[in-house]
């Protein structure tokens, strides 16, 4: 079955950077448009980036111009870049795919940014 487990996440000063991984299985990973989802305490979760399977990428506003997605094919991976993390970015961290009317969520990473 298909499987995601999220890596990296922890705590970290504001400004400060984290990487998080997924790490896929149980699907041929390349075929597939990925995305990265985050949900705070008492908010709706939403999207924060995402990347087709051919590498474009989308990104929520509050992510632009310092979240970067990426993927390794090879490795069946997805990465999120995370740098000037602010104290807003607080927050459970899931990986995220779908196809055949089918969503797969991986089981959260959580990232908390405090001083």
């Known amino acids: 079955q298909v499987q995601f487990v999220e890596s990296g996440g922890g705590l970290v000063q504001p400004g400060g950077s984290l990487r998080l991984s997924c790490a896929a299985s149980?699907?041929?990973?390349?075929?597939?448009?990925m995305g990265w989802y985050r949900q705070a305490p008492g908010k709706q979760r939403e999207l924060v980036a995402e990347?087709?399977?051919?590498?474009?990428?989308n990104y929520a506003d509050s992510a632009k111009g310092r979240f970067t997605i990426s993927r390794d094919n090879a490795k069946n991976t997805l990465y999120l870049q995370m740098n000037s993390l602010k104290p807003e970015d607080t927050a459970v961290y899931y990986c995220?795919?779908?196809?055949?009317?089918?969503?797969?969520w991986g089981q959260g990473i959580q990232v908390t940014v405090s001083s």
């Open positions: 149980g699907m041929i990973f390349r075929f597939y448009n």
């Open positions: 995220h795919s779908g196809w055949g009317g089918n969503d797969y």
């Open positions: 990347i087709t399977r051919s590498g474009n990428t």
